[in-house]
């Protein structure tokens, strides 16, 4: 009788944990509310979720900015969020959306929109933090006004590649390169986060230009949150990898050209340029080839 009470827990203790895998993981991952999502953490109310859920935003004044962070942790994903940057004179301010895990030695993947004067285009600063070591920044102009409507910003990281994403188009791939002594992020899982803050010490041509206060408060709003990745509970991370699509995600030949064209045209800055920088001598990856497909 005991057997049998162990077998019936047991059985159904494997059928928990495999639901997600029968259900279809992607489905079991994916967020879209951000009442159930998101917290709001930091501004004093200059936080603001809206129509029953579905649109998120961040204001900041002179007194404080504002942000969020998911309520879970991936290690590894894809994750999409449309947003709609600060119009007019935005110089000063930063528009973050970045994935990041805990610690003194943590990793980042990073959106950075830094402002600018009416007029004047964004700029779209990523950058990687590996183990605490950021200095991986590559910067770009986007092909559009990002403040006149919603577009979708989308990272994809799995055990083979990083690649940043602007309207499905990719912008950036920063491949794993372990086997060429080059650090990748693959053992700590990361939240999703947003802020909007005053930067104007840096964020606008150096910190030459600063925030004209008489405009505040600064908006920017999000919607369509999307996460399909590998959810981190108890320190463990639950991962039907076989039915994960972005888990072998790379990019075609036709998105090797969208890439090769968007840094041809839109890119203004790539630290693997940059040797008055390093003037030792480039970073090991921007060197070496990478071994993954």
């Given at each position: 009788?005991?057997?049998?009470?162990?077998?019936?827990?047991?059985?159904?203790?494997?059928?928990?944990?495999?639901?997600?895998?029968?259900?279809?993981?992607?489905?079991?991952?994916?967020?879209?509310?951000?009442?159930?999502?998101?917290?709001?953490?930091?501004?004093?109310?200059?936080?603001?979720?809206?129509?029953?859920?579905?649109?998120?935003?961040?204001?900041?004044?002179?007194?404080s900015g504002s942000g969020f962070q998911?309520?879970?942790?991936?290690?590894?994903?894809?994750?999409?969020?449309?947003?709609?940057?600060?119009?007019?004179?935005?110089?000063?301010?930063?528009?973050?959306?970045?994935?990041?895990?805990?610690?003194?030695?943590?990793?980042?993947?990073?959106?950075?929109?830094?402002?600018?004067?009416?007029?004047?285009?964004?700029?779209?600063?990523?950058?990687?933090?590996?183990?605490?070591?950021?200095?991986?920044?590559?910067?770009?102009?986007?092909?559009?006004?990002?403040?006149?409507?919603?577009?979708?910003?989308?990272?994809?990281?799995?055990?083979?590649?990083?690649?940043?994403?602007?309207?499905?188009?990719?912008?950036?791939?920063?491949?794993?390169?372990?086997?060429?002594?080059?650090?990748?992020?693959?053992?700590?899982?990361?939240?999703?986060?947003?802020?909007?803050?005053?930067?104007?010490?840096?964020?606008?041509?150096?910190?030459?230009?600063?925030?004209?206060?008489?405009?505040?408060?600064?908006?920017?709003?999000?919607?369509?949150?999307?996460?399909?990745?590998?959810?981190?509970?108890?320190?463990?991370?639950?991962?039907?990898?076989?039915?994960?699509?972005?888990m072998s995600e790379a990019l075609d030949?036709?998105?090797?050209?969208?890439?090769?064209?968007?840094?041809?045209?839109?890119?203004?800055?790539?630290?693997?340029?940059?040797?008055?920088?390093?003037?030792?001598?480039?970073?090991r990856e921007c060197t070496v080839p990478?071994?993954?497909?």
């Amino acid at each position: 009788m005991a057997f049998f009470s162990y077998s019936n827990n047991y059985s159904m203790l494997l059928l928990i944990v495999l639901l997600p895998c029968l259900l279809g993981f992607e489905k079991m991952a994916e967020a879209g509310n951000f009442y159930q999502d998101m917290d709001l953490t930091w501004g004093d109310g200059r936080g603001k979720i809206l129509e029953n859920g579905n649109l998120l935003t961040l204001s900041l004044d002179k007194a404080s900015g504002s942000g969020f962070q998911s309520k879970k942790q991936y290690l590894n994903g894809r994750f999409d969020m449309k947003i709609k940057l600060v119009p007019a004179n935005s110089a000063g301010t930063v528009t973050a959306y970045y994935l990041r895990s805990q610690g003194s030695s943590w990793d980042e993947i990073d959106f950075e929109f830094l402002g600018n004067l009416s007029g004047q285009p964004y700029i779209v600063h990523t950058n990687i933090y590996i183990q605490g070591q950021g200095n991986r920044e590559q910067q770009f102009y986007l092909w559009f006004d990002p403040t006149a409507d919603f577009h979708t910003y989308s990272f994809l990281w799995n055990s083979a590649r990083i690649l940043f994403y602007v309207d499905g188009r990719p912008i950036r791939e920063y491949k794993n390169m372990e086997s060429n002594g080059v650090p990748y992020p693959k053992k700590q899982a990361m939240r999703l986060y947003a802020s909007l803050w005053n930067a104007d010490d840096w964020a606008t041509r150096g910190g030459l230009v600063k925030t004209d206060w008489t405009k505040a408060p600064f908006t920017a709003a999000f919607r369509s949150y999307n996460a399909n990745g590998c959810v981190w509970t108890n320190a463990a991370s639950w991962c039907c990898q076989n039915s994960a699509p972005w888990m072998s995600e790379a990019l075609d030949a036709g998105n090797q050209k969208v890439l090769r064209w968007v840094q041809k045209k839109y890119m203004i800055y790539n630290y693997c340029a940059d040797r008055k920088r390093f003037p030792q001598g480039l970073p090991r990856e921007c060197t070496v080839p990478a071994t993954n497909p």
